[in-house]
């Protein structure tokens, strides 16, 4: 009997807590914890839905829907979003690749360096 009574105060509490999670997390801002560690997620998402938009508009213009004014400006600056991110994307790969780069000359040179202290040591 002690038993079910615990097990009912273990479940009782974890249900309260997953209330006060659920009632209490709007409060906190978990977005901007979540978009630091998938940048390059959100920028491929960001561009592909820009992308998406850039189609849509240009479809909702060939059936008349929008007026030609209104298709330059948006089109024009949906552009340069994905411009802007697409040159952003092009600094990250980049940087990648200098790392990598840096990282392979560095073991490289590492390599070299312990080929050269063996001779070194057998001319002795």
Same mark, same amino acid.
Not at 38 to 44: A, E, L, M, P, Y
Not at 83 to 100: G, H, V
């Given at each position: ?37 998938? =940048?390059? =997620? ?19 213009? =060939? ?24 040159? %952003? &994307? %092009? ?22 360096? =312990? ?6 040591? &057998?001319?002795?």
């Amino acid at each position: 009997m002690q038993d079910i009574t615990v097990i009912s105060m273990i479940f009782t509490t974890i249900l309260a807590l997953a209330c006060l999670f659920l009632i209490l997390s709007p409060l906190f801002k978990w977005d901007t914890y979540i978009q630091v560690s998938s =940048k390059g =997620k959100d920028i491929n998402a960001t561009k592909e839905a820009l992308l998406t938009t850039l189609n849509e508009i240009e479809f909702e213009f =060939k059936m008349d829907k929008i007026s030609h004014a209104d298709y330059k400006h948006l089109k024009k600056q949906y552009e340069t979003e994905v411009a802007s991110i697409m040159k %952003e &994307e %092009e600094e990250l790969m980049i940087t990648n690749i200098d790392r990598e780069l840096k990282d392979e000359v560095e073991k490289e040179i590492e390599a070299q360096m =312990k080929t050269y202290k063996n001779k070194k040591g &057998e001319g002795k």
